[in-house]
C-alpha cells in the first residue's frame, strides 16, 4: 500500500499580514488569496520494520528513527517531526508508526507562496488517507495551524493553511480565540480567465526567513506602533475591495488595489522592501506591469505581477533578461487531495 498527498500553494491577493495574531485577535482580519498548480506533495508507504524515515527531496535531508511515541524536534525536518507526534498522540492512542515519508515542494522554502504551511496540510492529508481520520476541513485546516503555530511555536498567520485545505479563491476572515470563517467565491469563469492571462510570478532569487519578518510586525502590533497599524488597517481594507472588484470583473481597480495594498504593507515593517525589490518593481512597471507585491510576509521570495494580457510576453521576455525565474501560473480549484495505492 502506497498513500499519496498533494497540497496547493497560495497566493495571497489582499489581506495578508492581518491573520497574524494579535492583529487578528484586536481588530479581526481578512484576507483573499487563491491557490495555483503549484503543489507540497507526500507519499507515505507503510512498514514493519519498527522504522519511521522522512525524506525530504527537495532539500535532501533524511531522517531515520526507530519507532517511537514520540520524536525529539531539532532543526532536521521539525515540521515531519511535529506532525508525527500529533497523530500518534491525538490519533493513534500513543502507540508509533513505522513508515517511510517522501515529502517535495515545487517552490523553495521562503519562497512566499505559504509552502511550509502547504507541506504541514499535504502532510496531514496523508496520515488522514491512512488511517481514515475523520477531520473535516475546518478541523484538517486548524490542527495544521496548532501544529506549526502552537506545538512547533513557528511564527506566522492562520491564512497558507486554510487555503490550502479548502482551495480556489477565498475570502477568508479571522477573529480572537482562533476563530475562522472562510468564504468561497464564485467567479465567472472569464474572469478567473482574465486574471490568469494577466499574471506573472517572477522568483526574485532569494528566500527569507517569514518568521522575521512577522516578528517584526507583531512587535509593532503589540507596542502600538500607530505607523504600522495604519498600514495594517489599510491591508484589511484592501482585502475588502479587492474582494468587491474581482467579483466584480473590475480589472483596473484590482491592479488599484494590489498597489495600494503593496504600499500599505510596506508600512507595517522596515524589512518587508528593500533596494533590490524596489529596483526590480520599477523594472516591472517599465516593461509592462500594471501592479505587483511580494507575495508573503515580503523581504525576498516570488514578486506576484499584473499585467495587461497584451503586454504579457513583453513583460515575461524582459524579465527573462535579468537573474530572476520567470513562471506562468495556473489557478488550482480543488483543495488538498489524497489517494491510495494497492499493490
Request: glycine content about 10%; some cysteine.
Amino acid at each position: 500500500m502506497i498513500i499519496r498527498s498533494k497540497a496547493p500553494l497560495r497566493l495571497g491577493l489582499a489581506g495578508g499580514g492581518t491573520d497574524v495574531s494579535p492583529y487578528c485577535d484586536q481588530y479581526g482580519g481578512c484576507v483573499l488569496n487563491v491557490t495555483i498548480d503549484m503543489y507540497a506533495y507526500c507519499t507515505i508507504e507503510p512498514s514493519d520494520d519498527g522504522r519511521i524515515t522522512f525524506y525530504a527531496a527537495d532539500r535532501d535531508e533524511l531522517f531515520t528513527s526507530e519507532s517511537l511515541p514520540e520524536l525529539f524536534i531539532d532543526k532536521l525536518l521539525p515540521l515531519h517531526k511535529g506532525i508525527y507526534n500529533r497523530i500518534v498522540k491525538d490519533f493513534n492512542r500513543g502507540e508509533p508508526l513505522s513508515f517511510r515519508m517522501t515529502t517535495y515542494s515545487d517552490a523553495p522554502a521562503g519562497s512566499g507562496l505559504g509552502s511550509s504551511s502547504t507541506m504541514v496540510v499535504a502532510i496531514l492529508k496523508a496520515y488522514m488517507e491512512w488511517l481514515n481520520l475523520p477531520l473535516g476541513e475546518y478541523d484538517m485546516a486548524s490542527l495544521a495551524y496548532r501544529i506549526e503555530r502552537k506545538d512547533l511555536a513557528l511564527s506566522g498567520g492562520k491564512q497558507d493553511q486554510y487555503a490550502a485545505t479548502f482551495g480556489g479563491f477565498n475570502y477568508i476572515e479571522f477573529y480572537e480565540k482562533d476563530r475562522v470563517i472562510v468564504n468561497p467565491l464564485r467567479l465567472k469563469k472569464w474572469i478567473k480567465n482574465e486574471i490568469e492571462s494577466s499574471l506573472v510570478l517572477y522568483y526574485t532569487g532569494t528566500s527569507r526567513d517569514s518568521a522575521k519578518i512577522i516578528d517584526d510586525q507583531i512587535k509593532h502590533t503589540t507596542s502600538n506602533d500607530q505607523l504600522a497599524l495604519a498600514g495594517m488597517h489599510e491591508l484589511k481594507a484592501q482585502a475588502a475591495v479587492m474582494k468587491e472588484t474581482i467579483l466584480k470583473g473590475d480589472f483596473s481597480g484590482i491592479a488599484e488595489c494590489m498597489r495600494k495594498g503593496w504600499e500599505a504593507k510596506k508600512k507595517t515593517s522596515s524589512v518587508i522592501s528593500n533596494p533590490q525589490i524596489e529596483k526590480m518593481y520599477q523594472y516591472v512597471m517599465d516593461h509592462g506591469g500594471m501592479a505587483a507585491k511580494i507575495s508573503g510576509a515580503g523581504g525576498g521570495g516570488f514578486m506576484m505581477i499584473l499585467c495587461d494580457p497584451k503586454r504579457r510576453f513583453e513583460l515575461v521576455q524582459a524579465l527573462k533578461r535579468t537573474e530572476g525565474q520567470v513562471m506562468l501560473a495556473a489557478f488550482s480549484e480543488s483543495g488538498t487531495q489524497a489517494w491510495t495505492l494497492y499493490e
